[in-house]
């Protein structure tokens, strides 16, 4: 089974520290997403990458940024949290011709709190 | 641009009651459809798709059609059960975007 792993459920941090949010998966995927969940909004697209040391603009980039050094790897950071980044974050990854599928495995999501 | 639309939640069945979670979309060319679940304290997981207009997509007693002409790709099941209890999403993909949308999502809590 293909497995999505994000290295923290939960986060509390303080207004203004830099975050960082790690995820991992384990089937050679080409593809890898970070959204951001909350009530009433659905999931909305933050980053993707397409490719190692690739990224392109979600719906929603301002006020974060990403790295992808390995394929395995898609880190999403927050440069500076503020309270309304407090949210539920999913990554997601995806073959690269998943476009023919729209298969995303999903990993179980970081709650983080900004104070 | 993409957009779906699901209707809001909560909604709140009696097990065995039979299921309908609308969602309609507006898309340019030919996107294919998807419903995803999302059980509690999970990551979502595909729950059915569907890639051409009529077709359907059906899983673990889910269906549902893609309606071209109402641009609808509505979840129904005939007798659910507490453990569907979920936030379940509807998405489209189209090829333009090389991405999924999603809609908002619609709570389901199943009661004994």
């Known amino acids: 089974d293909v497995k999505v792993t994000q290295s923290s459920r939960y986060l509390v941090k303080r207004t203004g520290e830099k975050v960082f949010l790690e995820c991992v998966q384990d089937?050679?995927?080409?593809?890898m997403f970070w959204y951001r969940q909350d009530p009433g909004l659905g999931l909305r697209l933050i980053y993707f990458?397409?490719?190692?040391?690739?990224?392109e603009k979600g719906d929603i980039p301002e006020g974060y940024s990403v790295s992808r050094e390995k394929k395995e790897r898609f880190s999403l950071i927050l440069e500076s949290a503020s309270t309304n980044q407090t949210s539920m974050y999913l990554c997601?990854?995806?073959?690269?011709?998943?476009?023919?599928?729209?298969?995303?495995?999903f990993g179980e999501g970081s709650r983080l709190t900004v104070l | 641009g993409n957009s779906v639309t699901q209707m809001e939640g909560p909604v709140t069945l009696s097990e065995e009651a039979f299921l309908t979670i609308n969602c309609t979309y507006t898309?340019?060319?030919?996107?294919?459809l998807f419903w995803y679940v999302q059980y509690p304290g999970e990551g979502l997981q595909l729950l059915l798709k569907?890639?051409?207009?009529?077709d359907k997509g059906s899983n673990k007693g889910f269906e549902a059609t893609y309606r071209k002409e109402t641009t609808s790709f509505h979840l129904e099941k005939g007798s659910v059960q507490v453990s569907d209890s979920a936030v379940y999403f509807c998405?489209?993909?189209?090829?333009?975007?090389?991405?999924?949308?999603f809609g908002g999502g619609t709570r389901l809590m199943v009661k004994p």
């Open positions: 089937m050679d995927h080409e593809n």
């Open positions: 898309a340019t060319g030919y996107p294919s």
């Open positions: 998405a489209l993909f189209n090829n333009a975007g090389n991405m999924l949308t």
């Open positions: 990458s397409y490719d190692v040391k690739m990224k």
């Open positions: 569907a890639t051409k207009a009529d």
């Open positions: 997601a990854s995806s073959l690269r011709l998943a476009g023919r599928t729209g298969e995303l495995f």
